[in-house]
């Protein structure tokens, strides 16, 4: 395993698909080889693997490189260019068996990248964990049938198609049975699973389906939701069942319902609120994070101060700001852009929010009795998220009862109960 190395940008599930890559790479017997796991998100994260991949060729000059993910699956001919890179490969094929084998053999041709569109099934991937890792993540759906206006990822990843909930189940189980206390459920928009399925299967009876077959099972996370797509059973079981985290994604990108329309989002600035609402009457100790963007093309201060203000209407804690980055092909990126000086200091004031938001998190946090999920020495997560730095010594459990001191300004000092 140690002639396997990849690099990963970008979502969860590309965390997750390249703990699939590994496994495929080393039981194909491949040799010194690194993969690049691209983004597509912004134009930034595309600067950032092509340096990535400079860097890997000038420090493993004997080895293989290989190029996947979004930006590859959009845009090959731009890897392939780059004389640093040997092969790649698109999004539905970095998860077959055969892309590896072939690779072993040298029977892959330099590019191979199929249309992504044309994809309609979405298999699950038995892996046996993550390394070192304290969670592990479970792919439960890939794809968007959405058009956002800024959004490039539906042609790199496809139409939304679902994993059959028996193989997610089955994947659970496993990771559970090799030590993994937490799961996290991931996707591209895992509120639309089950559309596509035989039944009336929703992301909220999976859920349910897997903490009642899996009862060994002591953590349950969700990645980023659609509040808009948020089923009743989802609703009920957030309610009801605390081996389901209290921490909840939000894909909100805007406070602005003028805004929101132009970037054809569903969901308006009202809903956005009543559901964060709901959500906290259901479960009190229930934390947001969202993801917003700043600076999209049209919006004038006005529209901007919605965006900041939603952080405290929604009661926010977890901010993940982009600056508004035009995406070649999308409807967006046709629209009127706004300075770029003025998309980086809207950026900026959004993420100070943030700061401030989670400041308040912490402070309000001392005297909890919290669990918390060792990550590394000295660092890790409470079930809402809340980054915490606690000494535990060594054989201690994975799963740490502990109480919070007080807070350095970024995570929560606590420490474990007697």
């Known amino acids: ?56 060729r000038r420090e493993n000059p004997g080895a293989k490189i290989v190029v996947t993910g979004c930006a590859a699956q959009i845009d090959p001919a731009r890897f392939a260019a780059m004389e640093e890179v040997d092969h790649v490969i698109g999004n539905s094929e970095k998860t077959e068996a055969q892309t590896f084998e ?13 249309d992504i569109m044309s994809v309609k099934e979405t298999a699950g991937h038995l892996i046996d964990g993550f390394g070192a890792q304290a969670r592990a993540y479970v792919q439960i759906q890939n794809g968007c049938d959405h058009r956002c206006t800024f959004c490039i990822i539906p042609y790199g990843r496809g139409p939304s198609r679902s994993v059959p909930a028996g193989e997610v189940v089955a994947q659970v189980r496993k990771l559970v049975e090799n030590g993994y206390a937490e799961i996290v459920l991931t996707g591209v928009d895992i509120t639309a699973y089950g559309g596509d399925l035989p039944g009336e299967l929703t992301l909220g009876k999976l859920v349910t389906k897997i903490l009642a077959l899996v009862p060994e099972l002591k953590r349950l996370r969700l990645s980023s939701i659609d509040s808009i797509e948020a089923d009743a059973a989802l609703l009920r079981t957030i309610a009801e069942e605390e081996r389901l985290m209290p921490h909840l994604h939000l894909s909100l990108q805007a406070g602005d319902d003028l805004t929101l329309k132009r970037m054809k989002r ?23 994070g969202a993801d917003l963007i700043a600076g999209f ?16 209407d929604c009661g926010l804690t977890f901010l993940h700001v982009f600056p508004f980055s035009a995406r070649p092909g999308t409807p967006a990126a046709r629209m009127r852009q706004l300075n770029g000086a003025v998309i980086a200091s809207r950026a900026a004031c959004l993420r100070e929010k943030g700061v401030e938001a989670l400041r308040r998190h912490l402070v309000n946090a001392k005297g909890r009795h919290i669990q918390v999920l060792m990550e590394s020495e000295g660092r890790g997560r409470a079930g809402d998220f809340t980054p915490v730095k606690i000494e535990a010594p060594k054989g201690a459990p994975k799963l740490i009862d502990a109480i919070v001191n007080g807070h350095d300004g970024s995570a929560l000092i606590a420490r474990m109960r007697a």
């Open 1 to 56: 395993m140690s002639n396997i190395e990849i690099i990963t940008f970008g979502c969860r599930l590309n965390a997750y698909e390249s703990e699939v890559m590994r496994k495929h790479a080393c039981d194909a017997g491949l040799g010194p080889t690194v993969i690049v796991n691209t983004c597509a998100v912004t134009q930034e994260s595309v600067r950032q693997a092509r340096q990535a991949i400079r860097r890997a």
């Open 102 to 114: 072939g690779l072993c053999l040298e029977e892959t041709e330099r590019v191979k990248v199929n």
């Open 266 to 288: 569903r969901h308006s600035r009202a809903h956005a609120v009543s559901f964060c609402e709901e959500v906290r009457r259901l479960r009190p100790d229930m934390v947001f």
């Open 297 to 312: 093309p049209t919006e004038s201060e006005a529209m901007f101060a919605g965006t900041l203000s939603l952080v405290d």
